[in-house]
């Protein structure tokens, strides 16, 4: 039945192109970004980190990191090397939510961590190079 086919398909379409622009409203802020970041953050919905592991070139031994809340919960971002602390925190309490800070970090492995209860699995890594 090609006839059958020709009417259903732009039906299909539309939906597609509904779905996308339903999703575009949450999925990514339209928070901007420091043009001197060396590192972007997102926390996004499923209590992650949009990438596990980011990278950054430290200048003049600093990096400056800059993390945006895209998700709807609330959450802090921490920078530890192991277990340790570095520097302060960004504070990220809703969605849009941003902040930006300069760590000294040496080149290593650091880690970007979100310390509210639960959030265990946003813990990414940091290469600092
Ligand atoms: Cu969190």
Known sequence: MPRMNRLITPFVAAGLLALGACGGGGSSSSNTVPADAD??????DGI???QDEYTATAVDGKVKIYAVNDSGLAHNMYALEGDTVVGDFI???RRGSDGALVYELAPGEYRIVCKIAGHNNMDSKLVVK
């Open 91 to 93: 504070d990220l309490p």
């Open 48 to 50: 992650a980190w949009d």
């Open 39 to 44: 590192v972007v953050v997102r926390a996004v």
